[in-house]
């Protein structure tokens, strides 16, 4: 007995359009500085029916988010360098070809500590996170820009910001 009946394949939604992005040269896709990377929204929810988000990670030596949780499911392709990913509590190197996939939910961040950057293409499903990104960080020229250095005040009032708004986004920040 067949407990999921196969069904038909809807019609082909005319409403949406193919996406190609070109991280290097397209100047309107958003670069945004956060926590000393750059993020590249290269999918968003409007271009995937919401289904995920695709964003390129430039992360300079030293980079990564702090430890936080988010109740969808995230993973990481290492394209260029490495990261050292720590998932409840256990740090595993992850180098280039190799993919990370975070379950929801689960603790987790990762740091660049190597002495290279690093580039990940990062999946979240479904989409949302690329709209926390865009409230929390600044807007940088290129994918590879270097975020501007914030003093210790602004750096407290973007942590502040970012923690009143990842309930919103689903998310998380943990102490360190």
């Known amino acids: 007995m067949n407990e999921h009946p196969i069904k038909p394949l809807p019609a082909d939604d005319l409403s949406r359009s193919l996406k190609i992005a070109r991280p290097d040269t397209d100047e309107s896709l958003p670069h945004l500085g956060l926590v000393g990377d750059t993020y ?68 987790h961040s990762f740091t660049n500590a190597s002495g290279a950057a690093a580039r990940l293409l990062c999946i979240c499903a479904p989409a949302g996170q690329e709209e926390f990104f865009a409230q929390v960080g600044v807007p940088v020229p290129t994918r590879r820009s270097t975020p501007p250095e914030l003093d210790q005040e602004e750096q407290g009032k973007l942590m502040k910001n970012a923690q009143e708004l990842a309930p919103k986004y689903r998310t998380e920040l943990l102490p360190p």
């Open 40 to 107: 590249t929204i290269l999918l968003s929810a409007a271009d995937t029916g919401g289904r995920y988000c695709l964003i390129d990670m430039h992360i300079p030596p030293g980079g990564g988010p702090p430890p936080h949780r988010h109740d969808f499911e995230e993973s990481f392709t290492v394209l260029e360098g490495e990261i050292e990913a720590t998932f409840r509590g256990e740090k595993s190197t992850v180098h280039a070809g190799q993919t990370v996939s975070i379950p929801a939910n689960a603790p």
